[in-house]
């Protein structure tokens, strides 16, 4: 099945990132494990995607290992 461009976003200051397909928000993930539960309620047949290896979802700013919290975040030496 083809699936519109799926991305996790860039971490915000608490760590969480958002989570598009298209033009849609599905929601908002502060864990991997939140991210395959967002894709699984938006229908995507993760029997097909690998959510950590996919070439359909795109990962910005880091990976699905990369999840820091305020104090590991590279801009919250300036806040």
């Not at 996790?8 to 298209?22: E, F, I, K, N, Y």
């Not at 995607?49 to 880091?62: A, K, L, P, R, T």
Request: net charge negative; aromatic share 6%; glycine share 10%.
């Amino acid at each position: 099945m083809d699936y519109p461009s799926i991305v996790v976003h860039t971490p915000a200051l608490d760590g969480s990132r958002r989570v598009t397909m298209g033009d849609e928000t599905l929601g908002i993930a502060y864990h991997l494990d939140d991210v395959v539960e967002i894709l699984r309620r938006a229908c995507v047949d993760l029997d097909e995607i690998e959510v950590e290896e996919s070439d359909v979802i795109e990962w910005q700013g880091g990976g699905p290992d990369d999840w820091p919290g305020l104090t590991e975040h590279p801009d919250a030496a300036g806040a």
